[in-house]
């Protein structure tokens, strides 16, 4: 495995302006590291999951004027797609690392993951971690620290994934800037393991 870590320079990519020049930078300085962990990730998650897992790196090929503000890569059980699929990604903001387990708005089945989530709240509610962080949104870049969450408040997140169409529910952790430069790759990649082997009864639930 030859991931490097993080530098500066990945995270100031989604300083430039303009979406040619962007892209230019994105594909030449972040692009190959999702490629890394996509190789890396996919055989380790295919064992946990029990389902064979494909990379897929974020190409931000539909975009015409405005620069990506992210970019990731995701695996799902499908080699064609994963937006239609509960999946795992790792992948920057300008400000962070996030690795997630997400089921976003373009999921078939968010009602019935919703009820299931809704009727384990309990379970949840105590398993997940106090550092990790849910968001309702994929297109944003925060979060809402599961231990400062009411389990009022993260059961209504269960419910609006049941009754509003463009609902999402993602998991996982935010590494800052500072700390996932700083971080070495070895730690970086056993860390992500550790994220995705936490997050593995969500997968499994769906």
């Avoid at 490629?35 to 999951?49: K, V």
């Avoid at 993951?113 to 309702?136: D, M, R, T």
């Amino acid at each position: 495995m030859s991931f490097s870590g993080f530098t500066n320079t990945d995270f100031d990519v989604f300083k430039i302006e303009g979406l040619e020049d962007r892209m230019e930078a994105l594909i030449t300085h972040i692009r190959p590291k999702l490629d890394e962990l996509g190789h890396y990730f996919a055989p380790i998650l295919s064992i946990q999951t029990g389902d064979e897992m494909y990379p897929h790196v974020a190409k931000h090929a539909r975009r015409t004027v405005n620069p990506p503000k992210d970019t990731w890569v995701a695996y799902a059980s499908n080699p064609r797609g994963y937006k239609m699929l509960p999946h795992f990604q790792i992948g920057l903001w300008e400000t962070h690392v996030f690795i997630w387990f997400a089921l976003i708005y373009e999921a078939p089945n968010k009602e019935d993951f919703g009820k299931k989530l809704e009727k384990s709240i309990n379970k949840i509610y105590k398993q997940i971690p106090k550092h990790f962080v849910w968001s309702a949104d994929h297109t944003k870049p925060m979060g809402l620290m599961h231990g400062e969450l009411t389990k009022e408040e993260l059961n209504d997140m269960f419910l609006r994934l049941q009754k509003v169409k463009k609902a999402e529910i993602l998991c996982g952790v935010h590494i800052p800037k500072k700390e996932a430069i700083e971080m070495d790759p070895r730690a970086f990649l056993e860390n992500a393991e550790s994220v995705f082997k936490t997050l593995l009864p969500l997968y499994k639930m769906v």
